[in-house]
């Protein structure tokens, strides 16, 4: 089993910065990649960045790119999620996710383990 827990989310007016956390404990990662998702009221959970493995690979979300970074500290068994430039429209749970292969995936079915979710809020 691994379990994933979120940190990190708050309210911040637009324009702040908030950094999301994802320790993981257990069997940890086991040498796979790991996705942040989010999902707003009333709307289907979407991608928003995924790293490897070794963070060799990242993938953005168009509506994240440029604003947001994703990293890994392997020795802490933590993936992070630096988030700039907020907008009202970044408001969500995020959660973050094991992928099942060394490869991150938009696809949701794509990861086997899910944290239970931060709430960020960017208020206008």
């Known amino acids: 089993q691994v379990q994933l827990v979120e940190s990190g989310g708050g309210l911040v007016q637009a324009g702040g910065s908030l950094r999301l956390s994802c320790a993981a404990s257990g069997r940890t990662f086991s040498s796979r990649a ?7 009221p009333g709307k289907e959970r979407e991608f928003v960045a995924g790293i490897s493995w070794s963070g060799g690979m990242i993938w953005y979300a168009d509506s994240v790119k440029g604003r947001f970074t994703v990293s890994r500290d ?4 933590t993936v992070y999620l630096q988030m700039n430039s907020l907008k009202p429209e970044d408001t969500a749970v995020y959660y ?3 992928s099942q292969d060394a490869i991150a995936t938009s696809n949701m079915h794509g990861y086997d383990y899910w944290g239970q979710g931060t709430q960020v809020t960017a208020s206008s």
């Open 74 to 77: 392997n020795t802490k068994n």
């Open 34 to 40: 790991v996705g942040w998702f989010r999902q707003a």
């Open 96 to 98: 973050c996710a094991r």
